[in-house]
């Protein structure tokens, strides 16, 4: 089992080139880091952390940007995103930076997509909020044939293009592993069609992974599982080491730069993993 972190980079935390150094001396195997476009001031999705959402999301980094720093700061660390936004990006662009962010990381990136919660935000990138699935799907279709074909080119509802010429391609061939967040029946579904391996939410029962992995193995599709969103806590390890998950990782929340919370939970988190992988 690999174990990382997953959290917030913005303006305020931890530079991604400290954090990733961090990480990666403390002899884990991931960072990844989420990501919101924007938070539209107008709002009526509802967070499900509560009343008010926290400054943190309106603050994040754009994600490649913030991992090409860590590229530079690491030298074996993976480096993915839980979740990028796919559905909101133009997709010949977001080929070109992942593909680039590869290159300039000697082939260490994961994509991890998801449709996202916030539908204001979908709507202010000209994505109909009931569509995002749909336009999702489209884009991960489209942004394969771009990693894949020399000449790419491809015709949907969402992305129209004529043959193009798109470079530089993915250190790692075919391309990146893409990871698929979401349980629900498109998420899987999406899983089945386009995804290397699976980002179920840390309350997913490790029943129910089971039960979607062996369906899928059914359909004759073997993918990893990594599970973001844990504490520190062995106990919890547990859980999903016993169903053999390929990755966890732990939430670190958005401590201020200059706060010295951010050290003490990474030694929490070397801790609690020590017994699993010695």
């Known amino acids: 089992m690999r174990f990382g972190i997953d959290t917030f980079i913005t303006d305020q935390t931890m530079h991604p080139a400290a954090l990733a150094r961090a990480v990666e001396e403390r002899g884990l195997d991931t960072l990844m880091v989420t990501e919101h476009s924007h938070i539209p001031v107008r ?5 499900a952390g509560g009343p008010e959402l926290p400054p943190h999301y309106y603050r994040t980094y754009d994600p490649f940007v913030g991992l090409a720093a860590a590229a530079t700061a690491t030298s074996r660390l993976r480096l993915g995103t839980a979740i990028a936004l796919a559905a909101q990006r133009d997709v010949i662009h977001l080929a070109k930076e992942v593909a680039t962010l590869d290159r ?3 082939g260490r990136v994961i994509l991890g997509v998801g449709v996202g919660w916030n539908k204001e935000e979908t709507r202010n990138h000209g994505i109909p909020p009931g569509r995002r699935g749909a336009a999702l799907d489209e884009k991960l279709a489209a942004l394969k044939e771009i990693w894949t074909h020399d ?3 491809f015709h949907g509802e969402f992305v129209d293009f004529d043959p193009i010429f798109s470079w530089p391609k993915p250190l790692q061939r075919p391309h990146p592993p893409i990871l698929i967040g979401g349980e629900s029946r498109p998420a899987v579904q999406r899983l089945l069609r386009f995804g290397d391996g699976w980002l179920p939410r840390v309350k997913t029962a490790p029943e129910e992974i089971a039960r ?3 369906w899928l193995a059914d359909q004759g599709r073997a993918v990893t599982v990594t599970v973001c969103g844990l504490r520190a806590d062995p106990a919890e ?3 999903f080491a016993a169903i053999d ?3 966890v990782t732990f939430s670190l929340a958005p401590f201020p730069e200059a ?9 929490q988190v070397t801790d609690a993993v020590a017994r699993f992988t010695n």
């Open 43 to 47: 709002r009526e999705t509802p967070w």
């Open 151 to 153: 000449e790419a080119e």
């Open 259 to 267: 706060s010295p919370d951010a050290s003490r939970f990474l030694d």
């Open 237 to 239: 390890i547990e859980r």
């Open 212 to 214: 979607t992995r062996a």
């Open 104 to 106: 300039v990381s000697d």
């Open 245 to 247: 998950v390929d990755a």
